[in-house]
């Protein structure tokens, strides 16, 4: 079993403190969050209405790295966008003095950036895990949490993860290619990064699959291959006798060419179309320069078909 883990980016973090709301409709007209300098806190500060107490309390919530609260986009901003706060006002506690007071994990709590190995505990708040494998609850909260479909809560992770199982050849970790089990000569199975499925492949004959060297091979370089036949080697495509397309010259791999008048010298045309074929095309083709730099041209005697050097 397996576990991925979804991690975010955050600039807030909710204190374990709550406070009382005067006015319920304030979390009801502003989407649950209320700005803290309506309540006497600094800018930096909002507070999270507690919907299962009728909106009467709030959970008090920091902007820190040097942002503010915008009530306008219900989030920590960057503080040019908040004129009107002075962050350098703001009480904001450190990070770092949230520290977890015990080693995390424990066999039921845990705490964000735990490490035991390096002596590192975790900052607040501290979670525990519930009764069932999705369930959770933050110090400070009244009610369980529910991780999202197909994920549970994991102390190690201290955050819900997706869980899943990773199938044969898969599970064996010391490769991502496998021979495949029901056609190990030609056949191979390539696995997904999480190892949970795989793909089918297959050798093109008349090469084998080398489940130790992990590749298509030569059938004689592999003891228990040798001998089967996969199927038929894989060649060019035959050239129709007869093409159907008026001023084919040549054919060449299935495809038959055409070449196109070239005034500067009309022996040896610089261009050609393929008229005909699995690689037919409307667009004309040109020939490359050669390796000294001079432009090739089309032959299309029936024996050469395709584009050479000018031999002068």
Not at 46 to 54: A, Y
Not at 116 to 127: A, R, T, W
Not at 280 to 301: A, L, V
Request: contains cysteine.
């Amino acid at each position: 079993m397996k576990f991925v883990v979804i991690l975010g980016l955050f600039i807030s973090f909710t204190l374990a403190v709550r406070v009382d709301i005067p006015d319920p409709d304030l979390c009801l007209s502003q989407f649950g969050y209320i700005a803290g300098s309506e309540l006497g806190e600094d800018c930096c500060t909002f507070i999270f209405c507690d919907d299962p107490e009728l909106n009467k309390t709030g959970l008090v919530g920091k902007c820190y790295d040097g942002t503010a609260w915008n009530q306008d986009l219900l989030t920590c901003d960057l503080a040019k966008y908040v004129p009107d706060c002075d962050v350098g006002s703001c009480d904001v506690p450190n990070i770092q003095e949230l520290e977890c007071e015990s080693p995390q994990p424990t066999d039921t709590t845990c705490c964000v950036g735990q490490n035991l190995e390096e002596g590192i505990f975790g900052v607040k708040p501290m979670y525990s895990k519930g009764d069932g494998p999705a369930q959770y609850i933050q110090d400070g909260m009244r009610e369980f949490q529910e991780c999202p479909l197909d994920e549970v809560f994991d102390l190690e992770a201290c955050a819900c993860v997706q869980v899943f199982e990773e199938i044969p050849p898969c599970d064996n970790h010391d490769h991502f290619l496998f021979a495949d089990e029901f056609d190990p000569c030609c056949s191979f199975v390539q696995c997904f990064q999480n190892r949970t499925g795989f793909t089918s492949g297959r050798c093109i004959a008349p090469s084998t699959w080398n489940d130790e060297e992990k590749t298509c091979d030569s059938s004689g370089a592999i003891m228990e291959c040798m001998g089967v036949f996969c199927e038929d080697a894989n060649t060019d495509p035959p050239c129709n006798p007869f093409p159907f397309v008026e001023g084919a010259e040549c054919c060449r791999a299935g495809n038959w060419y055409e070449t196109l008048e070239y005034e500067e010298d009309p022996e040896h045309p610089i261009q050609y179309v393929i008229v005909e074929g699995p690689a037919n095309t409307t667009r004309s083709e040109c020939c490359p320069m050669d390796m000294d730099g001079f432009q090739m041209w089309f032959n299309s005697d029936p024996d050469v078909c395709c584009c050479e050097s000018l031999v002068v």
